[in-house]
């Protein structure tokens, strides 16, 4: 099995163009018409609904906490836990499940830590958190482009795997199946904003719990509902045998495995189109609900993609069907899931899960999209190149950006179309955990933190993340074609992380400034707003 994928997006070994795959059933194409007309009508609904920055960026915090946690659900449940955590559990067993742990753990974090500041600080995006006692300029331009580094990566792992995926569902080329994405994506954030955004990653999040549930039930079924059966049956039909009930193979390294699990559990709390959620819901008591419904929701679809996993080996493995001649399974190895589907529903299932997928990859791109278009409009349009913006020109500036950031989208998925791009997500988890983590939480946390500390400390952990990636086996090896990495571990979130809060500290206690000072003075007034929601108004606001 070729190297995971850190994040929201596909594993590598996803088919390419030319790959083989199922044939076009007129059940998959009926559910994908039905599944884009439905949103596209949603667009039109919420167009009409979408007149100022706050119901474009945040609906106007109208989202109740059980639908934002459908909606961060939706956002969570990407294309990379559907079928990349099922393709390995298919192809690891049990030691798959790492990186579903690894994901879920990170939820606690923002239950605890974050939401309910986030909430009672924040206005659009987590750029007006850090910058609620700071100097607008640095900290907006440093958020900036920290969360567009991490949207544009995360923006090409998603462009280059619905491609592969829709190529290999629906035979189109993967050309025309970037176009159909980017197009459909500018429509929704470009018409209907977080409103459009919203509905469209309930709807998919509904669409994949209820047809995961019913993989899940069909793959107990037939092992009499019993999991020893199960068990027993991918054991007898794997190539390991009993070793897939064994963990260790995958992470083996003490370093490594304390990297993954630093990257997946901050990085899930940096995550900006994660992070803008919580400016949707009307106050801190429906964040805290959010957080709590999205933490179930994502941890009951965990479980239900082991047991997909261990169904995929014990009722796929072996089948004729759907393997080609030499062995290797049709679509690519991240398709068991998807044949499973066809296993026990046929067509008409399959039809429904090919909708799933299309709609995982349109929820997650619409999100990063957003996030993106709100970084230049909001963050530096606004509040630093022009900041007597109306509301009309920051929503004009922000539609423009989501226009460039599609076509930019569908441009990078056809260059980056053969490449490994494993590497990209994790960097953005990476970048996440060291970069816009330290400098979100600190400023919420600690009193001492400036802003010098911010930006520089901030900044380094980017830094040192991208350099010590492109250094690693991910890039240098695998990528670049060198025989030895100069770095030895493909995620270096240890060390990115441990920089980046070492330097926020460092900065912060040697600034002796007068600025310095009176940030320090105003951590009380913004300690009160945090925990309360009522006080003077910070200066981002």
């Not at 850190?6 to 795959?21: E, Q, R, Y």
């Not at 949603?42 to 909606?71: D, E, K, P, V």
């Not at 995958?250 to 990297?259: G, H, K, N």
Request: charged content about 10%; some cysteine; hydrophobic content about 55%.
């Amino acid at each position: 099995m070729k190297r995971c994928m850190i994040g929201v997006g596909l594993l590598p070994g996803m088919a390419h163009a030319g790959d083989a795959g199922n044939p076009v059933s007129p059940s998959s194409i009926l559910m994908f018409l039905l599944f884009v007309a439905a949103t596209l009508w949603i667009t039109y609904w919420a167009a009409r609904r979408t007149n100022s920055t706050r119901s474009f960026y945040t609906a106007n915090g109208g989202i109740t906490g059980f639908q934002n946690g459908l909606a961060i659900a939706g956002d969570y449940m990407s294309a990379a836990s559907f079928l990349g955590i099922t393709a390995l559990v298919y192809t690891r067993g049990y030691d798959g499940l790492i990186y579903a742990i690894g994901f879920l753990v990170g939820w606690p974090v923002i239950l605890f830590l974050m939401s309910e500041r986030l909430r009672n600080l924040g206005r659009f995006t987590f750029a007006d958190v850090a910058a609620y006692r700071f100097q607008q300029t640095p900290i907006r331009v440093f958020s900036a482009v920290a969360g567009i580094a991490i949207v544009l990566l995360y923006l090409i792992a998603q462009m280059v795997g619905a491609g592969a995926l829709i190529q290999t569902l629906f035979g189109i080329s993967f050309e025309v199946a970037l176009l159909i994405v980017g197009v459909l994506i500018i429509a929704y954030v470009t018409f209907g904003g977080m409103l459009a955004t919203t509905w469209v990653q309930i709807i998919k999040a509904v669409m994949l719990l209820s047809g995961a549930s019913f993989m899940a039930a069909g793959v107990m079924w037939l092992s009499g509902f019993s999991f020893e059966t199960l068990f027993q049956s991918a054991i007898d039909k794997h190539p390991k045998g009993a070793d897939i009930m064994t963990v260790g193979g995958l992470v083996s390294d003490p370093v490594s495995a304390i990297s993954l699990g630093i990257a997946l559990m901050f990085g899930t709390a940096g995550l900006p189109h994660i992070l803008m959620r919580f400016f949707t819901v009307p106050d801190a008591k429906e964040a805290r609900k959010s957080v709590f419904y999205a933490t179930g929701f994502i941890g009951y679809f965990y479980i239900l993609t082991f047991i997909i996993g261990m169904g995929a080996v014990a009722f796929i493995l072996g089948n004729p069907e759907y393997f080609n001649a030499d062995g290797s399974m049709r679509g690519g190895d991240n398709m068991p899931a998807v044949h499973l589907a066809h296993a026990l529903g046929g067509d008409l299932f399959l039809g429904f899960i090919s909708a799933v997928a299309f709609a995982t990859i349109l929820a997650v791109v619409a999100g990063l999209t957003l996030a993106g278009a709100a970084s230049i409009s909001h963050d530096l349009y606004a509040n630093v190149i022009n900041r007597h913006a109306t509301d009309q020109q920051e929503v004009r500036v922000s539609r423009y950006a989501t226009i460039v950031l599609g076509m930019l989208a569908i441009l990078l998925g056809i260059v980056f179309q053969h490449q490994n791009i494993a590497f990209m997500v994790g960097l953005a988890f990476t970048i996440a955990a060291s970069a816009t983590f330290p400098v979100l939480l600190l400023s919420m946390s600690w009193s001492g933190m400036t802003t010098r500390g911010a930006v520089w400390g901030g900044s380094l952990g980017l830094v040192v993340a991208v350099v010590m990636v492109v250094l690693g086996p991910a890039v240098w090896v695998q990528v670049m074609g060198f025989e030895q990495a100069v770095v030895p571990y493909s995620n270096p979130a240890l060390f990115s992380v441990t920089t980046a809060f070492g330097s926020i500290w460092l900065f912060s206690v040697t600034d002796r400034s007068e600025r310095a000072q009176a940030e320090r003075s105003a951590y009380a007034a913004q300690f009160i707003r945090s925990q309360t929601g009522i006080g003077a108004e910070g200066a981002s606001h």
